[in-house]
């Protein structure tokens, strides 16, 4: 069963860091396109950071300059470091894979910033 597991969340105060980690098992992970959505209670979810395979980048206009996003296809793992985090950064953050018709999401995990 394809899985991917997101890890690294938690809280943090404004202005403080945490990196994002989604481990993928089960797909061949270097053919997908990776990415990181977010949704906030109340909101509709959103692109973060997304990842091609070839490793072209693109950011979400609120988190550019802020967050990076990275993968490593020899351990099957997407990234997103996040810096400068904002109270409205606050929400469930959710990894995906993508490839032709397979689309794929993780369980995400919770990220709140307050102080």
């Known amino acids: 069963q394809v899985q991917l597991v997101e890890s690294g969340g938690g809280l943090v105060q404004p202005g403080g860091s945490l990196r994002l980690s989604c481990a993928a098992s089960r797909i061949i992970f270097s053919i997908y396109n990776m990415g990181w959505y977010r949704q906030a209670p109340g909101k509709q979810r959103e692109l973060v950071a997304a990842?091609?395979?070839?490793?072209?980048?693109n950011y979400g206009d609120s988190v550019k300059g802020r967050f990076t996003v990275s993968r490593d296809n020899v351990k099957n793992t997407v990234y997103l470091q996040m810096n400068t985090l904002k109270p409205e950064d606050t929400a469930v953050y959710y990894c995906?894979?993508?490839?032709?018709?397979?689309?794929?999401w993780g369980q995400g995990t919770q990220v709140t910033v307050s102080s």
């Open positions: 995906n894979a993508q490839y032709k018709t397979h689309d794929i």
């Open positions: 990842i091609t395979f070839g490793g072209s980048t």
